[in-house]
C-alpha cells in the first residue's frame, strides 16, 4: 500500500522555472525522504528531512516538513532539462525497516 | 564498492521457469532491501534484511518469492515457476542501518515473462 502520496502527478514547466511537488502521509514518522528516478540513473537520494526539522535545503532543492498537517513540499528552483525525472517521497514503515513510497511527480522541464 | 550492483540487467524467462536475481550492496552497509516496481509506480517493498538476518517479508506477494543473504553481504531474489503479473523491475538497496537513513538504490532488474 502507498502511504505518501505525490500531488501533482504531472507538472511540466519552462527551464528556469521553480517546481513545487507535494507529498502527504498518513502515519507518524521520524523522518521523509525525497528520492528521483530517471531512466538514466536509477532511483537516486536526494534529501531527507527528519521530523524535528522544518525546513531544509541542499543546492537547488529546498524540502519543508509539517508534522502537524503531515505533508512536505519539495521545491526545485531554477530548473533544468536534466531535472526531468519522476520525484518521489518515502516515510518509514512503523517498524523502520522499509520505506513506502507514493506514485510519484513526473516532472518535464523544457528547454 | 562504488554503489549497489544488480545483476543481471535484463532478465526474460519463459512463464512457469525460476529466476534468480541478485544484488551486491554497498560494502558496510547492514541494511539490504528488495523493491519491486511496476511501470508508472512508485517501488513496492518486498522484503527486508539486517545482515543475514531476513527481518520483514511481508511484502513477498506470494509464496514463490524467496530471498537470502547467507553471508551478511550479497543477496538473492528468487522467484520460483514465473507468472505474468511477475514482470516489473526489481530494486535492490542498501543503508546504513534500517529506514531511518537515506536508502542507496542499485539500476535495477528488469524481469519480463513471456
Known amino acids: 500500500s502507498q502511504q505518501g502520496e505525490e500531488d501533482p502527478q504531472a507538472l511540466s514547466i519552462q527551464e528556469g522555472e521553480n517546481a513545487t511537488m507535494n507529498c502527504s502521509y498518513k502515519?507518524?514518522?521520524?523522518?521523509l525522504q525525497w528520492y528521483r528516478q530517471n531512466s538514466g540513473r536509477g532511483l537516486v537520494h536526494l534529501i531527507l528531512?527528519?521530523?524535528?526539522?522544518r525546513e531544509k535545503h541542499s543546492g537547488r532543492l529546498r524540502v519543508t516538513l509539517d508534522t502537524s498537517k503531515k505533508s512536505s513540499s519539495l521545491l526545485i528552483t531554477a530548473s533544468r532539462a536534466a531535472d526531468t525525472a519522476s520525484y518521489f517521497c518515502?516515510?518509514?514503515?512503523?517498524?523502520?525497516?522499509?520505506?513506502?513510497f507514493g506514485k510519484g511527480t513526473m516532472l518535464l522541464v523544457s528547454p | 564498492g562504488a554503489g549497489v550492483s544488480q545483476s543481471p540487467r535484463y532478465k526474460v524467462a519463459k512463464r512457469g521457469q525460476d529466476v534468480a536475481l541478485r544484488c551486491d550492496p554497498i560494502?558496510?552497509?547492514?541494511?539490504l532491501f528488495w523493491y519491486q516496481q511496476a511501470l508508472g509506480q512508485g517501488p513496492e517493498f518486498l522484503t527486508y534484511?539486517?545482515?543475514?538476518?531476513?527481518?520483514?517479508k511481508s511484502g513477498l506477494p506470494s509464496d514463490r518469492f524467496f530471498a537470502e543473504r547467507p553471508e551478511g553481504s550479497v543477496s538473492t531474489l528468487k522467484i520460483q515457476r514465473t507468472q505474468q503479473e511477475d514482470s516489473a523491475v526489481y530494486l535492490c538497496?542498501?543503508?546504513?542501518?534500517?529506514?531511518?537513513?537515506?536508502?542507496?538504490f542499485g539500476p535495477g532488474t528488469r524481469l519480463t515473462v513471456t
Open positions: 518515502a516515510t518509514p514503515n512503523s517498524g523502520y525497516s522499509t520505506l513506502t
Open positions: 560494502s558496510g552497509h547492514v541494511s
Open positions: 538497496a542498501s543503508s546504513f542501518q534500517g529506514a531511518s537513513y537515506e536508502q542507496y
Open positions: 534484511f539486517q545482515n543475514e538476518a531476513q527481518l520483514d
Open positions: 528531512i527528519r521530523s524535528n526539522e
Open positions: 502515519t507518524s514518522i521520524n523522518n
